[in-house]
């Protein structure tokens, strides 16, 4: 059973910048999807940005030149660098990974507020 843990949210003006991390546990494969997701309130859980298992990413069009996602597989660790925050950023961000897919496993989320 995969563990995930975010840290790095807080609260940034707008223009600011932020850095989330997602430690995974041992029981993690450096080929597992993963990725990040955020959900604001009344609205839907979206895909921010996602390794896949091939290694290939993918990111939502409202963060595509501001967000970047990385892993270091060594470390089990995923993260997301955000740059150019906006107030529409704000939301609960949460570590997603596979198998199967991305979505199996959920850490329990860290928030990002920016004004």
């Known amino acids: 059973h995969v563990q995930l843990v975010e840290s790095g949210g807080g609260s940034v003006q707008a223009g600011g910048s932020l850095r989330l991390s997602c430690a995974a546990s041992d029981y993690t494969h450096s080929s597992y999807c993963m990725g990040w997701f955020h959900q604001a309130p009344g609205k839907d859980s979206e895909e921010v940005a996602v390794?896949?298992?091939?290694?290939?990413?993918r990111y939502a069009d409202s963060v595509k030149g501001r967000f970047a996602v990385s892993k270091d597989a060594a470390k089990k660790t995923l993260s997301l660098q955000m740059n150019s925050l906006k107030p529409e950023d704000t939301a609960m961000y949460y570590c997603?990974?596979?198998?199967?897919?991305?979505?199996?496993?959920w850490g329990q989320g860290t928030q990002v507020t920016v004004s």
């Open positions: 390794i896949d298992s091939d290694g290939s990413t």
């Open positions: 997603a990974s596979g198998p199967p897919g991305c979505r199996s496993n």
